[in-house]
């Protein structure tokens, strides 16, 4: 690494956990926190803003969730650096992510240093997948059923989650910025894709599949 420090900014809807993990990151040489957002949107401006080397962004989030989020950065800049920091341990997440940009997938179940490496190897250029995904991702390639990941674009899996956590077909419209119309074309062609006929089908598929837990249904 250069003399000049690396940039990071952090997008976490928890304050403490963005204040744990900057912390932590600045006490390594070479790495400064410029910028933190607590959602989505906030981390595209911010993004724009401060351009900062690596983006350390978590995927459950209020409005835009961190896949979409990911995104639109690399929409907006295909340089952009994106380490995904997350408490989902599902192959599918990780293969979505990375499909949306991410340059790597660190669950927060990981020892410290274990985000720390995936920081340096991040802003080497390199892939950095913690163990755990490793493993998970080793998995999903031996199970019989299609993974909703292999079959779902980004934008896709997105509208997914967010029919996952029962909102509504106008809110995931005003969220990811499409007509009413378009969300319910995309609701219906989910379901062809992933082969079910009801919205209890597409509940029960995301729970065999780990996308969606009896906690997250508990929670709703």
């Given amino acids: 690494m250069s003399s000049a420090a690396r940039t990071i900014m952090l997008v976490d809807d928890h304050a403490v956990v963005r204040e744990g993990y900057r912390a932590m990151l600045q006490k390594q040489p070479g790495l400064r926190v410029v910028a933190e957002a607590s959602d989505g949107v906030e981390a595209y401006r911010l993004y724009k803003e401060t351009e900062p080397d690596l983006v350390i962004m978590d995927l459950s989030m209020p409005g835009i969730g961190g896949i979409e989020a990911i995104r639109r950065l690399r929409q907006w800049d295909k340089r952009a650096r994106i380490l995904v920091f997350t408490m989902h341990q599902n192959a599918a997440f990780a293969v979505q992510a990375i499909r949306a940009g ?3 997938y660190v669950t927060k179940t990981s020892p410290p240093e274990t985000l720390v490496h995936a920081v340096m190897d991040a802003l080497s250029g390199k892939i950095a997948i913690s163990p755990d995904i490793d493993h998970e991702l080793a998995l999903s390639h031996l199970a019989g059923e299609r993974a909703a990941a292999d079959l779902l674009t980004a934008r896709e899996f997105e509208v997914l989650r967010m029919l996952l956590a029962e909102k ?3 809110e995931i ?3 990811l910025h499409l007509s009413p119309k378009t969300v319910a074309n995309l609701h219906s062609l989910i379901k062809d894709k992933l082969g079910v006929g009801t919205d209890i089908e597409l509940v029960r598929l995301a729970l065999r599949q780990g ?9 709703q």
């Fill in 211 to 219: 996308i969606l837990t009896q906690v997250d249904l508990r929670e």
């Fill in 168 to 170: 509504t077909t106008d």
């Fill in 173 to 175: 419209a005003e969220a």
């Fill in 102 to 104: 991410a340059s790597g």
